[in-house]
């Protein structure tokens, strides 16, 4: 073990400069990679930008479903058809039927 040792300290005092330029060069991609703008924080970024782009045109969809639906509220055709589905109102002469899913 301490031979070995020997013979690295050796070679780093030998190669100073290639062995400066290898650590240089080391510290550069770690600084790449993972530094607040490095590569990895790019690629977790990216995935956020594309999830939040997804869900704002969810979030478009639901607005302009829900504007369209304020619009045609107090339509009497929108106000029958509400009363009808949610409180099971009915006309005089028909018979409801009620089907309830499992």
């Given at each position: 073990?301490?031979?070995?040792?020997?013979?690295?300290?050796?070679?780093?005092?030998?190669?100073?400069?290639k062995i400066?330029?290898?650590?240089?060069?080391?510290?550069?991609?770690?600084?790449?990679?993972?530094?607040?703008?490095?590569?990895?924080?790019?690629?977790?970024?990216?995935?956020?930008?594309?999830?939040?782009?997804?869900?704002?045109?969810?979030?478009?969809?639901?607005?302009?479903?829900?504007?369209?639906?304020?619009?045609?509220?107090?339509?009497?055709?929108?106000?029958?058809?509400?009363?009808?589905?949610?409180?099971?109102?009915?006309?005089?002469?028909?018979?409801?039927?009620?089907?309830?899913?499992?």
């Open positions: 073990m301490k031979k070995n040792l020997a013979a690295i300290w050796e070679y780093i005092h030998a190669n100073p400069k400066l330029f290898l650590v240089a060069v080391a510290y550069f991609f770690f600084w790449i990679l993972f530094d607040d703008f490095g590569l990895v924080k790019r690629i977790r970024m990216e995935a956020d930008h594309i999830r939040l782009l997804d869900r704002q045109k969810n979030e478009q969809k639901k607005i302009i479903d829900n504007e369209l639906r304020i619009k045609h509220a107090r339509d009497p055709d929108s106000i029958e058809k509400a009363a009808r589905e949610r409180y099971n109102f009915r006309k005089p002469d028909e018979t409801l039927f009620i089907i309830r899913e499992k």
